[in-house]
Nanobody
Framework: QLQLVESGGGLVQAGDSVRLSCAASEGTFSNYAAGWFRQAPGKERDVVAVITRSGIIVNYADSVKGRFTISRDNAKNTVFLQMNSLKVEDTAVYYC???????????????WGQGTQVTVSR
């Protein structure tokens, strides 16, 4: 079963940049579409960004467009989320997800990481 491990979270200040990484356990990670989601305290989990198997197609939640960039390196079985111009409201636990089928921004991914906390202070 595919396992995902996120890293790169931490405490940063508003306006800073952070890059999250998600390492997959399988060498066939190129067979999975991937995405990043986040969940703030007391709120539902929301999609942040998604990427197709090849990395050619990406899509973003409106709240992060122009600030966040999703990418992947299939040779390293890793998907990234570059987060720039961070805002306090970006504070959340960020989860990596993967799915064999492309489901776009829908929360229908089969495989999930354990999450990494990103806290943005003023």
């Amino acid at each position: 079963q595919l396992q995902l491990v996120e890293s790169g979270g931490g405490l940063v200040q508003a306006g800073d940049s952070v890059r999250l990484s998600c390492a997959a356990s399988e060498g066939t990670f190129s067979n999975y579409a991937a995405g990043w989601f986040r969940q703030a305290p007391g709120k539902e989990r929301d999609v942040v960004a998604v990427i197709t198997r090849s990395g050619i197609i990406v899509n973003y939640a409106d709240s992060v467009k122009g600030r966040f960039t999703i990418s992947r390196d299939n040779a390293k079985n890793t998907v990234f989320l570059q987060m720039n111009s961070l805002k306090v409201e970006d504070t959340a636990v960020y989860y990596c997800a993967a799915n064999r089928n492309w489901v776009g921004l829908a929360d229908k991914y089969d495989y999930w990481g354990q999450g990494t906390q990103v806290t943005v202070s003023r």
